[in-house]
């Protein structure tokens, strides 16, 4: 890789990242899913890695039915394994309300670990852990 | 983008974090000559529940109003950028905010949402051309649904519990 494709791909997969986050948060599922891999590999603690875009993105809806979300990715680090599979580490902040009551539930932080690859010229989520630090939990 | 090279694309999405960066500054620190030069004669503001503000000075007055005795922090976050033409841009960044009372230091208001912006190339310089604030959600001390407040009032909870 040279070091323009290095920068190219940084700045490819930092967008993909704020796709991401801006579509959990705005409940655009379509897109949600159009980011991940066919056969992405989810994982919350606490919970069994869900298997699969479509089903990671059906039960993360069931989770936010009544919710409103806000998550924050900051400052990834980067650790290129081939000039199509890359792995990132993401601070993370996140923030659930109550749609109704407006009652803040949750905030939250904590570490995404991801990985991603490049198909077809696209880079995409292939498997996701989110690690946390702390939360705060009101409900 | 046609037009453009990788390394043009790659330098011109730095210049305008860089502007991007200076203006959360320039508003948190109120100063309003730097937060002028970063926008373009023909920009307009229209933020949801504000009036539309048409060029930099409607904007600046408008804004120097609603944060008169007011401490602000603004952050942006995971830009969404793409490129109509070399010298036309359209960005997407995640935002959070945070207003204080100058005097009391009280937080009034906690808020997040999506800039959706624009951007042109006037003499070699990214300016701004038209942003957008779309809220998700607001907590404020008015509603009593501030972290804050609500950790007191989750810790009575239990106590009580």
Wanted: hydrophobic share 35%.
């Amino acid at each position: 890789m040279t070091e323009l494709e290095r920068m190219i791909a940084l700045k490819d997969i930092f967008r993909l990242k704020g796709r991401r986050d801006r579509a959990l948060n705005t409940k655009d599922w379509e897109i949600y899913i159009a980011l991940h891999e066919p056969e992405n590999i989810s994982g919350n603690e606490g919970e069994k890695p869900r298997r699969g875009a479509r089903e990671n993105a059906e039960g993360v809806a069931r989770i936010l039915e009544g919710i409103l979300t806000v998550h924050h990715g900051h400052t990834p680090e980067i650790v290129f394994e081939s000039p199509t599979a890359v792995r990132r580490v993401w601070g993370m902040e996140d923030l659930l309300l109550d749609e109704k009551s407006r009652r803040l539930l949750l905030h939250g932080f904590g570490f995404y670990h991801e990985r991603y690859e490049k198909r077809d010229g696209q880079w995409l989520f292939c498997w996701r852990q989110l690690r946390r630090m702390l939360v705060f939990d009101y409900r | 983008m046609e037009g453009m090279s990788d390394l043009e694309r790659l330098v011109a999405l730095e210049e305008i974090r860089l502007l991007k960066a200076r203006r959360d500054q320039a508003i948190d620190t109120k100063n309003w000559e730097l937060y002028h030069s970063l926008h373009a004669p023909h920009h307009v503001s229209h933020n949801e529940g504000l009036p539309r503000w048409e060029g930099p000075d409607a904007m600046i007055a408008g804004t120097r109003a609603s944060l008169e005795g007011k401490v602000s922090s603004h952050h942006s976050h995971t830009p969404d950028i793409t490129f109509e033409s070399p010298t036309k841009a359209k960005g997407i960044w995640g935002m959070e905010d945070l207003i204080f009372d100058e005097k009391t230091k009280e937080l009034l208001l906690h808020g997040f949402g999506y800039y959706h912006e624009e951007y042109e190339k006037v003499d070699g310089q990214w300016k701004f051309v038209w942003r957008q604030l779309r809220r998700t959600f607001v907590l404020t001390k008015e509603a009593g649904n501030l972290p804050g407040q609500l950790r007191t009032w989750s810790r009575e909870r239990h106590d009580r519990a």
